[in-house]
Structures are given as structure tokens and as C-alpha cells.
């Protein structure tokens, strides 16, 4: 190791900020707290770390390792102990000064701190939960803090860390036990869950004492809910506690289609060392073991009179992120993980950071076409199609499909696989169906359940609520009719279209009187009564 150790506040930011850009995490903070007399900073509900807000704002945090020291030797990081890489490690007095000088400077509005392992779990976590407290109570920093749990370290001190912090993030690494076991021998994935099972009992806790302080649901949680099924009610299970029960899918309705009975997760995957390994499977029985040390009966909160509870424990939340490309595993395997946790563990979201091999060891795919960059969004997309659109891994992938099409977006693919759903009458269609239309999201769809109590609608008005028609305009009719004759609901006629450059559909736009316009507040009114 290169060690800094006479290296300036400067040179110790150049290096850790450096070291930390592998450590994905560039979301909205989920929170919103106003400024507050006698302290510094706020939070946005906008978003923080590269985000953008409503009014076009670009909000950033300052993200730093607090050491890239390490202990462990995980084969795939670039901080491993046998790296010669140049070693810093702040103090917490230095992360203070350095959070609280760029806020003044306006650079930031937050502050992103994750760490390796220096001598030990509770050591490394002690410093942080050190650096965290200095912040909220001696420089009074009302700003927003996400910041890493270190597995391994005591439930006191990833408690001592929730109070002080918006987000927690406990990093999932690699999404197969197997692959941990390969590339991190050093980590053992209970030791991962935990801390994430102790923070989620702890938001529950702390939610039905403070309300919405306690860290508002996960997107998961209330499409869920929206759509029938039941869901684990987050309270970690202690001595003589029930298990919690699993997540049952019920129906939708009759405008759901294509549905399977039951989640991805819960069918066997077959991995590429040739054995089945449920692994959605396995880590829901590892969070039903999962308790915290408490006696029964008690809360697992148990610094309540030490912190103050305006802002609550982890209000925003917390998330978790998985290396792609490293172990082997496929999208199946990878999607399937994440359905798990967010059944069983109500997080915000699951990052995926696309494998670089920046370490060269023998054990790592040599990726010589680079980095999976193109596999990371896929499976960004698909994990949104969980979130939002009421999708199951085993929907979109099953076993002998493992991975997704990278040349089409998971959902075209779902439809192409799904033709006798098509076409769908926008007129007449629910929500749900709605949601599963190409080209159709969210809001886009809220809006066409909205506007049509007032009439029919049709092809130019689903243009201004923002559809995107070139992919929906396969899978739609307005009042019966499709939108141009030539179309046909055909899976090889409609691949090869949105493959490839669709210059036929081109020229019918042009011809047709749909014309891009600057759209106006008032072009979704409703009448209300």
C-alpha cells in the first residue's frame, strides 16, 4: 500500500473522492425538510447526487469514501488490501470541515459517505457515526446525509448511524451467495442482511411512532398494495416474534393480463455452473431467520431519549446496490435477487453498477467488448417495471430465457412475448393494462384515465399526454382502429420495426397532422366536477 500520510485536505478529497465513483448512487433523497433557525442546511424531496428537480435544478452531494484503507481483499475492488493504490483516510473533523465549506460554497446540498474497512467493522463504523454526530449536533448541518452501514459492525452503532442520517445504503456487492463467496471470501451475505433487516424494523418503528418520519413506503410497497398483494409488514422478527409471512400474488383484475401465479423469485434459475439455485428463494428465508438482539417484546429501537426525533430514523429510506457482470450470474438471477428485497425488505431501490475490471485478476471476466453498459440499463429499465408497473421477475425472464434482449427495452420484449394481449383499446383499457403498453408510463397513463371521463380520445391527444407512439402505436387502437392500416399486430413485423430505423413510419408521421408543439399547462384539464 501507498500510504498518505502526511497528504494535505486536498490531496486526501482528490483520493477518496476518486475511490468512492465506483459506488453508485445518484437518486432523489426521498426526503423534504425545510431550513431550520439556528442550523445549516436542508433537504429537497427533488433529489440529491447529480439529480435533477422539478424546476430543472441539478442538485449534487459531495461523495467520499471516509477511508480506502481495507482490510479485505475482495478480488473485484479496487481498494483490496494487495492493491497498490494511494491509501487516505479522513478524519471526522476533516469530512465536518469539508461538508460544511462546500455547502457554504453552494457546491452541494448533501453529503455521500460510504468507507472501506479500517481494522475492523465497529472501528470503521465508530468514526463515521463519530463524523455524523459532529455534523448534526456541534456544526447543526440540517442538510441531507446518506451513508454507508459496514456489515459486520454492532447493532448499536447502525442504530447510533440511522439517527443521524436520511438515507442507509448496506451494499448487496454480488447478487449470488456463490459469487460472494468467490470474489469477497471475506464477506458473508448475513452479514449483509442484517444491518439491512435492522434498518427496515427500525423505519417501521419508527413510522408508526413519528408518522411520516419514520421514512415514507417504497414504490414496491404501494404498487404492490395498489395491486392486491400482500406484503410483509416490516417489522423484524425477535424471539418468539411470528415469521413474516410470504408475498402472495393475488389477482388483478381482468384488464391484467399475462400474469404468472407466482414471483420469479420463487422458481429455480439455472445458474452457469449447470446446478438450479433458487437464489430470490433463499435470501426470503434468510430475512425470515433474521432477528434483531433484542428480548422479546421489546422495541428494536433502542436509543430513543438520546437523539432527537424531529427528523426521525433513516427518513429517507434505505437502498443497496450489486456489481453486474462480475460472477456470472444472469439478468434472471439478478432480477429475481431484487424482487426479493424488496419484498422483504421495503427498500427505495436497488442500484446496479456495470463490472470494470480494474484489477486484471485472473478469477474476473476479461469483458474485452468493456464494461456491460448497455446490460446496466436494461436492468435499471426492468427494475422500474417492478417498482411502478406491477411486473414479477418471472414475467420478464424465466429459465430458459435468463437475460434480457439488449436491443429492445424489457418491456417491447415482454409484449412481443405477450401478442395475444394486443391490441389494446385506450378507450376502454384500466390502469393496469395501460401500464403494460409499450410507449405508455405512469403518468402517461394516469392521464389517459383522466382525460377520457370527458370524451373519446385519439391518437393526437395521446401524443400531447405524452405516449411515445412510435412503440405504442403497435399495441393500441383509438375507438377500434389502429393508427396506420399497413400496421399489423405481428411479433416479427412489429421486432423488426422497432429494431431497426422505421423509416416507413416516419414518412406517415410526417404526413399525418400530428406536429410537435410546446405544450401547455392547461393541455390536461380536467374539469374536476
Known sequence: MIFAEHASLEEKLRILSDAAKYDVACTSSGVSRKGK??????????????????????ISLLKILFTNECIYNCKYCINRATNDVPRATFTPEEVCELTMEFYRRNYIEGLFLSSGIIQSA??????????????????????????????????????????YADRMSVNMELPTADGLRQLAPNKDRRQILTPMRQIQSGMEESRQALGMKGGNRSAYWHTSRRLGRS???????????????????????????????????????????GHSQNVGKDIMKEADDLYLPSSAGTAGLTQWRHHDTDRGFVPAGQSTQMIIGAGGESD???????????QRFD???VFYSAFINVNQDASLPALESGPPLRREHRLYQADFLLRYYGFEAGE???????????????????????????PV??????????????????????????????????????????????????????????????????EDFITRRLVGEEKELQRYYQQSQIRYQQLSLFDFAVDAN
Not at 425477535?238 to 420463487?266: D, E, N, Y
Not at 434472471?332 to 424488496?342: G, K, T
Not at 430465457?401 to 415482454?414: A, E, I, M, T, Y
Not at 403518468?443 to 412503440?471: E, N, P, W
Request: glycine share 10%.
Open 37 to 58: 433557525d439556528g442550523q445549516i442546511g436542508n433537504t429537497s424531496a427533488a433529489g440529491i447526487c447529480h439529480s435533477f428537480s422539478a424546476d430543472g435544478r441539478c
Open 122 to 163: 465497529d472501528h470503521t463504523m465508530e468514526l463515521i457515526c463519530q463524523t455524523l454526530h459532529d455534523l448534526r449536533t456541534i456544526y447543526r448541518f440540517h442538510g441531507y446525509i446518506h451513508c454507508k452501514a459496514i456489515p459486520g459492525a454492532s447493532p448499536e452503532l447502525v442504530e447510533l448511524a440511522g439517527w
Open 231 to 273: 406484503m410483509p409488514d416490516g417489522i423484524s422478527q425477535r424471539a418468539g416474534a411470528p415469521k413474516l409471512t410470504g408475498l402472495q400474488s393475488a389477482s388483478t383484475g381482468a384488464g391484467r393480463r399475462g400474469a404468472v401465479s407466482k414471483p420469479g423469485g420463487l422458481q429455480e434459475i439455472s445458474t452457469g455452473a
Open 332 to 342: 434472471y438471477e439478478i432480477m429475481s435477487v431484487s424482487e426479493a428485497l424488496y
Open 347 to 349: 427498500l427505495k431501490r
Open 396 to 422: 420478464l425472464l424465466s429459465p430458459s430465457r435468463p437475460n434480457f434482449n439488449v436491443f429492445l427495452d424489457p418491456k417491447c420484449d415482454w409484449a412481443l412475448g405477450h401478442m395475444e394481449s394486443f
Open 425 to 490: 383499446e385506450i378507450n376502454t383499457a384500466d390502469y393496469d393494462t395501460l401500464l403494460r403498453v409499450p410507449g405508455i408510463g405512469v403518468k402517461s397513463a394516469g392521464r389517459i384515465v383522466k382525460a377520457r371521463r370527458t370524451g373519446a380520445l385519439d391518437y393526437s391527444h395521446l401524443k400531447k399526454m405524452g405516449v411515445v407512439l412510435k412503440r405504442a402505436v403497435y399495441f393500441i387502437t383509438c375507438n377500434g382502429r389502429m393508427m396506420y392500416d399497413f400496421l399489423k399486430v405481428d
